[in-house]
C-alpha cells in the first residue's frame, strides 16, 4: 500500500479528495489509468503564511505580495514552495509520497516527491490570483488537479 499526504493551496484539497475516492473504489471526475493500492493519510487545505508556518513547521519565502495572509507567489517562487509542501506534508506524515500545490502569479508549481524522486510542474492555465476573474481561477484549478493527479500517477506505475 502507497501512503500518500497533500498539502494544497490553489487545488483547495481536491486532489486529496479524489484520491481518498479512488481509494476507496469510487473515483470522482478523474479518469485513473493505473491500478495501484493507494491510501490517504492526509489531504490540507493550506492557502496562508501562518498555516505553512504552524501545520507544515516551516518558514516559506517572502511572497510577492499577500491577500489577507493568502500567499501570493510569482511561477517560479510557487514551483519552490510546492515542492517545500510536499517534503514537509510527506515527512510530517511520515506518507510514502508527498504532495504539494501553489498558485498565485502564473500556472502555480505542482510538486511530488518520493523517499528518491522529486518531480515539479505547472498546470496548463496562466491566471493572477490578484487580478484574474473567478473563471480563469478556476480553469486553472482545474488544470492544476489534474495535472497534480496524472504526475501522482507517473509515481504509482
Known amino acids: 500500500m502507497i ?7 490553489f ?5 486529496a479528495r479524489e484520491i ?6 469510487y473515483p470522482g471526475g478523474y479518469s485513473w489509468s493505473v491500478d ?3 491510501v490517504l493519510v492526509a489531504g490540507l487545505f493550506i492557502p496562508t503564511l501562518s498555516g505553512i508556518r504552524s501545520i507544515l513547521k516551516f518558514e516559506p519565502p517572502e511572497p510577492s505580495a499577500t491577500l489577507n ?7 517560479e517562487e510557487d514551483e519552490r514552495v510546492a515542492l ?5 506534508v510527506r515527512e510530517l506524515t511520515s506518507a510514502d509520497l508527498g504532495i504539494g500545490t501553489t498558485a498565485g502569479i502564473g500556472r502555480g508549481g505542482i510538486a511530488v516527491v518520493s523517499e528518491n ?8 492555465v496562466e491566471a493572477d490570483l490578484r487580478f484574474s476573474g473567478a473563471e480563469e481561477i478556476l480553469m486553472r484549478q482545474r488544470s492544476g488537479i489534474r495535472c497534480a493527479l496524472e504526475l501522482l500517477e507517473s509515481f504509482l506505475e
Open 3 to 9: 501512503r500518500v499526504a497533500t498539502a494544497e493551496c
Open 11 to 15: 487545488t483547495h484539497g481536491f486532489v
Open 20 to 25: 481518498h475516492a479512488y481509494s476507496m473504489g
Open 36 to 38: 495501484s493500492d493507494v
Open 69 to 75: 495572509d493568502i500567499k501570493v507567489y510569482t511561477e
Open 84 to 88: 517545500m509542501m510536499a517534503r514537509s
Open 117 to 124: 524522486r522529486e518531480e515539479v510542474i505547472n498546470s496548463d
